[in-house]
């Protein structure tokens, strides 16, 4: 399997599919961005099935001379940390598919198109082995989802889709900046060569700034998350499922490519700063969550909550909080990527976000209110369901920390029960209201086979988490060894 290229053919597969949609008809065009995004799925079965448990090094590694001048080449390959993230990547492009079927009727070559570039970009950047690579994934990532919120989006959508731009790319300058002077210091972007050298400690609190103010706008950590709400509410339904599903989860992953292993250091003197930023974010995200009333806005400040558990588990440095961290990030993007898909079902229906327009879902759509009560329980972290797991991990790594964050972690999910459970009672639950009788609000079989799948991965998940833990916990422990011998380091200086 190692000559074979298989990252390759699953990265560059969705843009040659969408490069291949602008010469077709919009009705072949649906059929062959799911034919793409299918068979990307397809082939990225051995990934899994070939992938070594044991193994401490690269998998699947390929390697080509690309800008000999800068000593940067085309190099890909995997670890536990980032399969998850690949697999996630082209189980929810194909579900993004799917659901848009016949809510985009407007530019329908362009959207699939862009819908298969983003693809390409988030696959892209987990296998990624060096930062020139990260890079440059990491901002193609941005003009698909410009696109999809600045054409496909709401009334709003040119307000949403610049401030969604303007955030990034200040980010991304910040990101290109400790690039270019890693280069410099170094005379190398592999991401290994750089873990083994490493530069001093001086050098890594400038550039854990540079990088952590770009990956600190993706996650998206407090204060920089402002962008998030109007982004999710204005996005079309697919373009906020791609958001939450995937590109939340770059800048948590960029912490643990990027900050843990190159810049330990830095990373232990800003620990402090980063877990009261992620306490902080758990609860003001959950008070601000219970004050929404449109259903939309309500999903997307929980991400804002949801994500902070993930940075908390990650600067808690240790194994629990790193495996709960990468745990949650998979688990929201199942449950909060099927929520959004449950809001876009009911939207094409009603036309309205408003959940004061809903009531008594249940009783005209049973079908509906069963999955969207998996969902809203899974975000709730009932136990049993993919959430729990992960959350409960968060929590034990917080408190063998710093206790008085775990309290905190532990109020923010008291809270986060409270907002998701209210939605589903106001929305699912109660008297019809009158203007949704005349309506057909069930899921048809498209629907149902749309959301299946997520709803599989939260009961599998939920059941055996060593489905996801068997593949990381090799690399985490890597990453926490390492933390510990920087330390030691550090104390003995």
Not at 29 to 51: D, E, K, Q, V
Not at 96 to 117: I, K, P
Not at 159 to 168: E, Q, S
């Amino acid at each position: 399997m190692t000559t074979y290229p298989i990252l390759s053919m699953i990265t560059f597969l969705p843009v040659l599919a969408g490069a291949a949609i602008f010469v077709c008809s919009e009705r072949v065009a649906r059929w062959l961005a799911l034919a793409g995004s299918l068979a990307t799925l397809a082939i990225s079965a051995p990934l899994y099935s070939h992938f070594d448990k044991g193994s401490t090094g690269l998998q699947f590694v390929e390697s080509v001379p690309w800008i000999p001048s800068w000593n940067v080449v085309y190099s890909v390959g995997i670890d536990g940390i980032s399969l998850p993230f690949i697999f996630l990547s082209t189980v929810v492009s194909v579900l993004c598919v799917g659901a848009s079927w016949t809510a985009v009727q407007m530019r329908v070559r362009e959207f699939y198109a862009s819908l298969l570039l983003a693809e390409t970009a988030m696959i892209g950047l987990f296998a990624a082995t060096n930062l020139f690579l990260f890079y440059v994934f990491w901002e193609l990532m941005i003009v698909p989802m410009f696109l999809l919120i600045g054409v496909w989006g709401g009334p709003r959508r040119i307000h949403a889709a610049i401030k969604f731009l303007l955030f990034t790319l200040a980010g991304s300058v910040l990101m290109l900046v400790g690039l270019i002077t890693l280069l410099r210091a170094s005379g190398t972007l592999d991401f290994q060569a750089l873990a083994a050298t490493r530069p001093n400690a001086a050098l890594q609190s400038w550039l854990f700034v540079a990088f952590t103010a770009a990956f600190a706008v993706k996650v998206p950590m407090f204060p920089v998350h402002t962008w998030l709400p109007d982004a999710h509410t204005e996005a079309p339904t697919a373009g906020s499922v791609i958001l939450a599903g995937i590109l939340l989860k770059m800048g948590g992953y960029g912490l643990l490519r990027i900050a843990l292993p190159i810049l330990p250091d830095a990373v232990r003197l800003f620990r402090g700063p980063m877990l009261a930023l992620s306490a902080i974010a758990i609860v003001y995200g959950a008070y601000v969550t219970l004050a929404q009333t449109d259903v939309k806005r309500l999903i997307a400040y929980s991400s804002i909550s949801h994500m902070g558990f993930v940075t908390l588990g990650i600067f808690t440095l240790n194994r629990n909080g790193i495996e709960g961290a990468i745990l949650q990030m998979v688990n929201h993007g199942i449950v909060t990527g099927a929520l959004f898909l449950c809001v876009g079902m009911i939207y094409e229906r009603t036309h309205t976000r408003e959940i004061a327009a809903y009531g008594g879902v249940a009783k005209l759509a049973p079908i509906y209110s069963t999955f969207l009560a998996l969902f809203c329980l899974a975000a709730a972290g009932l136990p049993g369901l993919n959430s729990f797991v992960g959350e409960f991990l968060i929590i034990s790594g917080a408190f063998d920390t710093r206790p008085w964050y775990g309290v905190m972690a532990v109020w923010g999910v008291a809270l986060g029960t409270t907002y998701i459970l209210w939605l589903y009672y106001r929305v699912a639950l109660g008297e019809v209201k009158p203007g949704l009788r005349a309506l057909r609000l069930d899921l048809d079989l498209r629907e149902v086979a749309t959301l299946a799948p997520m709803a599989a991965l939260v009961l599998t998940i939920g059941l055996y988490p060593e489905s996801v833990l068997g593949f990381l916990r090799t690399s985490v422990a890597q990453l926490v060894v390492a933390s510990a011998a920087s330390a030691a380091v550090v104390g003995g200086m």
